[in-house]
């Protein structure tokens, strides 16, 4: 059973005799079963009887349902209704268009709509780039997915994909105040996908693709990139890449040791690792051993697609050919974008002294993080419930930010660079060790950070040479 959690949050409403121990008698009832107690509220009394709410946590759907059986066990005690927090918090959806002008008179609406409207088309019929002024194009980010990728799920489908995309939007409003719309094609075909996207990019600032499975996302990455005039980011490839790498800065930090010196070995090729590797490798990072089920990547194998190609001619320089677990031998960092429970305790224990390790498969990592903990130096995960989480959202909404306020029409490796070094900055000298190397998610002063990053590496990127994002993941 997986632990209880705000994810699977519940509200019964129960009906209990009305005796002095009766609020007492349904929290040890819900503590019986593992469950969290978060609240009680009596929401009826009468003389004979109480109606209580009782919000508690739960591990899973069977949880759940082991907890409804042990409280209807109870002599006099009945649940009226079961309600699923995390469902009620997506009734109607989670984010909705609101207008941004009032509409109280005719003068209102003769302005905002027909006929002023009409000079503010022909405005930017002449001139294209007024769009950017006036419209929402200065500030609007797509969130465009195909549903083949969405969490640890899979290929769900575009419709299942929409709860995600629409919580991703909500993140960017939250975090940095970029309007954002879900945009879920139904269609896995790469050149359809290519073409809605820019069909339907006027409208747009920049582009955020979202859960598109690997091979196909580099493909699209790469040719919306070139054939766009806006930012286009595949946050599941670059927005791990900036926040690991911003975990990375302070952890070495931590343990005293130098990008350009550690043995790193990457688990998972896919999206996510092919970013990392390649940020890593920009940054000096010359001991990178990547592997994927087969084991290590090297210029001996045959290898299929030209991503674990880049990576066999570009790392592991001495030609290491074996499996994971031989890798994890004397490395100083670990960074796991692949699978669950794929390594032992004994794994970790083998690496060199100080060892960093990343564990980053959700929702189980690829090693249990206590256990990492006692022979590791510094660990981290993609989980809220241990220390360290690395996520993306402190990476993409003030990166967008900073895009969408310098009018950038593209994204550089610099940019990447810059939001890593300033989410790493968030941690102050004074707070940085072994269980905080990330800032929180919740800190109010990453996306700031962030955005005064990129848009600063912007004006100093602005006079060199074209050296776009291509190079990075494309």
């Known amino acids: 059973m997986a632990a ?9 409403r129960v009906q209990v005799p009305s005796t002095t121990d009766a609020t007492s008698t349904i929290a040890s009832s819900v503590a019986a079963v593992g469950a969290i107690v978060t609240a009680l509220d009596v929401v009826e009394s009468t003389p004979e009887m109480l109606i209580v709410d009782v919000s508690c946590n739960v591990g899973d759907d069977a949880h759940r349902d082991r907890l409804i059986s042990s409280l209807e066990s109870q002599d006099g005690l009945e649940v009226h209704k079961v309600s699923d927090r995390t469902f009620l918090i997506h009734l109607g959806g989670k984010i909705e268009v609101t207008p941004r002008v009032s509409l109280r008179n ?75 719309w879900p945009v879920c094609l139904d269609t896995t075909d790469t050149e ?36 766009l005039d806006i930012p286009v980011f595949h946050d599941d490839q670059h927005g791990t890449a900036i926040v690991a790498l911003a975990a990375l800065y302070n952890a070495l930090r931590v343990v005293g040791k130098d990008i350009a ?67 994890m031998v004397d490395a100083d960092v670990f960074i796991g974008v692949s699978g669950p429970d794929i390594l032992e305790e004994e794994d970790i224990a083998a690496m060199a002294p100080e060892a960093i390790v990343f564990a980053m498969a959700n929702p189980t990592p690829e090693v249990d993080p206590v256990a990492a903990s006692r022979h590791a130096a510094v660990v981290a995960t993609g989980r809220s419930d241990f220390p360290n989480q690395i996520n993306n959202v402190l990476a993409f909404p003030g990166l967008f930010r900073g895009l969408l306020d310098a009018g950038a029409a593209e994204i550089r490796t610099e940019m990447l660079v810059a939001a890593a070094s300033a989410i790493a900055g968030c941690v102050r000298e004074s707070e940085l060790n072994a269980s905080y190397i990330i800032p929180s998610v919740f800190d109010a002063a990453v996306s700031p950070a962030v955005a005064d990053a990129v848009r600063g590496s912007i004006q100093v990127t602005s006079q060199e040479p074209e050296h776009a994002l291509a190079e990075i993941g494309a």
Request: include cysteine; aromatic fraction near 4%.
């Open 4 to 12: 209880p959690s705000p994810g699977h949050s519940l509200i019964l």
């Open 106 to 180: 005719r003068d209102d609406l003769s302005r905002a709509y027909t006929p002023g409207v009409a000079r503010v088309c022909m405005a930017i019929h002449d001139n294209p780039a007024d769009a950017r002024r006036l419209t929402i194009k200065r500030n609007t980010v797509a969130v465009v997915t195909d549903g083949t990728a969405v969490l640890g799920l899979g290929d769900i489908g575009p419709a299942a994909a929409l709860p995600v995309m629409e919580g991703k939007a909500a993140l960017f409003k939250s975090f940095a105040d970029v309007d954002a």
């Open 192 to 227: 359809q996908i290519i073409e809605i996207v820019k069909a339907i990019a006027p409208v747009y600032g920049g582009i955020n693709l979202e859960d598109i499975a690997a091979p196909r996302c580099f493909e699209i990455l790469a040719r919306l990139q070139e054939e």
């Open 261 to 327: 010196d550690v043995r790193v070995v990457v688990s998972g090729v896919g999206a996510a690792g092919h970013a990392i590797i390649q940020l890593l490798h920009h940054e000096g990072a010359g001991k990178i051993v990547a592997c994927d089920r087969q084991g290590a990547i090297h210029r001996g194998r045959d290898l299929a697609d030209e991503h674990r190609r880049w990576i066999a001619e570009n790392t592991n320089a001495d030609g290491f050919s074996g499996t994971l677990k031989e890798a």
